[in-house]
Structures are given as structure tokens and as C-alpha cells.
């Protein structure tokens, strides 16, 4: 069965550092990926996605994540994460069916916390 | 731009009681789907559904829950008898059709069911 592992629960980091969250997915087909967050007391919203093509893909707001295959992986990056970047991080997959429709499978999420 | 929304925000029931969960899909979107996220714990899919008929569920879509999209415009999430367990955000979400543009699904603000 497919699955999606978020390696970092919860991550703490001051204003300007650094993010890289790690995702990694095990499914040997084709795959579709997400990276869907959700700030507090709001809803998933879709930050990224990758369907084909170039592996580095880059989303809203400053954010990219690179797709490498050959580890079944698709990291979030941020260079320089701001405060309001605090929010809760999922990564998905998508679970092609016949028809052309599907379901998501996401990771735990990790919580990111940034201090100013 | 166009949004799912979901209502109730907040439902409180007791146990044994029926719930319907009420949710406008975008309206050109063609795929819709229920999933839920207990406390603490990821985000699952429910239930997939294109066509006035379901085209997948998970084990966790028992006999329990029912799906309806009785109108143009809204589809619906019932719990026929709820238990404690069915405590949980639930979100919907829609996509819009064929190829590419299926795989990427937009969510509603959810509806969070409390069981008492």
C-alpha cells in the first residue's frame, strides 16, 4: 500500500534560517506529489505540486520542493522562512485510479514553528 | 476565485445520532471527495465520487456513512449512527476533471464533528 513519511514532527526555527522538510513516499509507479499547508484555523491550501518534468518545482510564497526518484523523495525548501510561515506542513501523494480520478494519501505533517 | 465551503463549521452531536455534513464543490469541478483528520493524527481519505456514484472508499467508509449529491451544488457527507470515534475534522474537496488537472484538489475549510 502506498505511504507518505514526514520525518520532522514539529521544527522550531528563528526568523531567516533555513527549511527543509523531508518527505519520502513508497510507491514504485507513477506518482503525483503535494505539498499542502494549512496556517492556524485555516484550511489545506496547496502550496506546490509536481506532476512531470523538471524535478524542482517552486510554489507560492518562496517555497520549492525537488523530486528525486531514485530516493522516493520530495523535500520542501525555504531559503528564509518569515514568521507568518508558522503553520502545519503536509505532504501527499496521489493514488491514481481508473477513470482519471484519485485520492490523496498525506504524511503525518509537521508542525513549523517560526520565532521571530 | 472560487472555494469549496463547507458547513456547519463546528457540529456537536450525540452519540447514535445522525449528522449530514454539507459541502459546495467548486462548480465546475467534476470529482469531490470526504476525508477526515482525527486529532493528532494525519489526514485520511473517505470516500471518492464522480458521476452521482462513489468510485472509491476506504475501510473506514462503513455502512455508517453514506454519500449524496442531491442537487447541482451540494454534496453531502452523512453519518447514519455516530460514535465517539467519528470525532474528527472532515474536509471535502473537489477537483476538476480528466488528465493532469484532476490530480490537484482543493479544500474546503472543514467541518469539525464533535461526538459527545
Known amino acids: 500500500a502506498q505511504s507518505v513519511s514526514q520525518h520532522n514532527h514539529h521544527v522550531i526555527l528563528s526568523e531567516a534560517a533555513s527549511l527543509e522538510l523531508g518527505c519520502n513516499y513508497s510507491y514504485g509507479g507513477t506518482v503525483n506529489l503535494f505539498w499542502y499547508v494549512q496556517y492556524p484555523g485555516q484550511h489545506l491550501q496547496l502550496l506546490l505540486k509536481?506532476?512531470?518534468?523538471?524535478?524542482l518545482v517552486k510554489g507560492i510564497k518562496g517555497f520549492e520542493a525537488e523530486f528525486i526518484k531514485s530516493k522516493f523523495s520530495f523535500n520542501l525548501r525555504k531559503p528564509s522562512v518569515q514568521w507568518s510561515d508558522t503553520a502545519e506542513y503536509f505532504c501527499a501523494v496521489n493514488a491514481p485510479l481508473s477513470g482519471g480520478y484519485n485520492k490523496l494519501i498525506f504524511g503525518a505533517g509537521t508542525r513549523l514553528a517560526v520565532h521571530p | 476565485e472560487p472555494e469549496v465551503t463547507q458547513t456547519p463549521s463546528h457540529q456537536v452531536t450525540q452519540m447514535g445520532q445522525e449528522v449530514i455534513l454539507r459541502c459546495v464543490p467548486i462548480?465546475?469541478?467534476?470529482?469531490f471527495y470526504w476525508y477526515r483528520q482525527i486529532l493528532g493524527q494525519k489526514v485520511e481519505f473517505l470516500v471518492s465520487?464522480?458521476?452521482?456514484?462513489?468510485?472509491?472508499k476506504s475501510e473506514i467508509f462503513d455502512d455508517q456513512f453514506s454519500v449524496e449529491r442531491p442537487d447541482g451544488s451540494n454534496f453531502t457527507l452523512k453519518i447514519r449512527s455516530t460514535k465517539l470515534e467519528d470525532s474528527a475534522m472532515y474536509f471535502c474537496?473537489?477537483?476538476?476533471?480528466?488528465?493532469?488537472?484532476?490530480?490537484?484538489?482543493?479544500f474546503g475549510p472543514g467541518t469539525r464533528l464533535t461526538v459527545t
Open positions: 474537496a473537489s477537483s476538476r476533471g480528466q488528465g493532469a488537472s484532476s490530480y490537484e484538489q482543493y
Open positions: 509536481y506532476f512531470s518534468g523538471d524535478p
Open positions: 462548480s465546475n469541478h467534476l470529482y
Open positions: 465520487f464522480y458521476n452521482n456514484e462513489i468510485s472509491e
